[in-house]
């Protein structure tokens, strides 16, 4: 199909198609929802997450999709999970999660499925993780985090350290070092992801430019 001028970029498109796709439609309102419960302006939210105002703005409205590591911090600013906000609560617990159950969700090139129960202190993840660029995000916040590299390689940076994941390797590590994690291998790389959560709307996470500030 030849791309109309004036109009977006067929890569660009396709990208918005399948966000829209794979991103719950009740996501938005369910963001709003939580950080309301929790008492907090949408300024104070915005700025625990290190996010602007307009772009909190702009993912509880569902004019923007949120990636996993912003899913990440709103779950832990509102003391709640990922699945949570997915809207993925099942109406009891169950200890066993059989695949297929839950489906990928992908935003800015990460592409995750929760492995975990929902309403955990620990939260379980198998994750697609893209080839890791200088933008990607550092993140500072209470807890530990446990990743096991399945397919690919990982490249992550702890503090001033760097360290290269390959198959069957795995990190723990304590998350209030400075950390980012992001695939050696152009075509991505597939770990397991596992992180506490401190049930504590006061929970902080640092999401920036490559530079850790304290909200």
Excluded: K
């Excluded at 199909?1 to 991103?23: F, N």
């Excluded at 709003?32 to 993912?59: I, M, N």
């Amino acid at each position: 199909m030849d791309h109309v001028p004036g109009g977006p970029a067929p890569e660009t498109a396709a990208r918005a198609a399948r966000s829209e796709l794979d991103v719950p439609p009740d996501v938005a309102p369910q963001l709003r929802a939580l950080r309301r419960r929790r008492g907090l302006t949408l300024e104070a939210a915005a700025q625990r997450a290190g996010l602007s105002p307009a772009h909190l703005s702009r993912l509880e409205t569902g004019n923007r999709q949120p990636s996993l590591p912003m899913l990440l911090a709103l779950a832990r600013i509102y003391g709640t999970t990922v699945s949570e906000l997915l809207g993925e609560v099942p109406p009891e617990r169950d200890p066993v999660v059989r695949a297929g159950r839950s489906e990928p969700v992908e935003a800015d090139g990460w592409i995750y499925r929760q492995v975990g129960g929902a309403g955990r202190a620990m939260q379980c993840l198998r994750v697609h993780v893209p080839y890791a660029t200088s933008a990607d995000i550092v993140r500072v916040h209470p807890g530990e985090e446990w990743i096991h590299v399945i397919e690919g390689r990982v490249r992550l940076a702890l503090g001033e350290a760097v360290h290269v994941l390959d198959p069957g390797d795995s990190a723990h590590f304590d998350s209030l070092t400075p950390h980012r994690i992001g695939a050696a291998t152009r075509a991505g790389a597939e770990l397991l992801f596992v992180h506490t959560l401190l049930q504590s709307p006061v929970a902080e996470l640092c999401l920036g430019d490559g530079t850790p500030h304290r909200r």
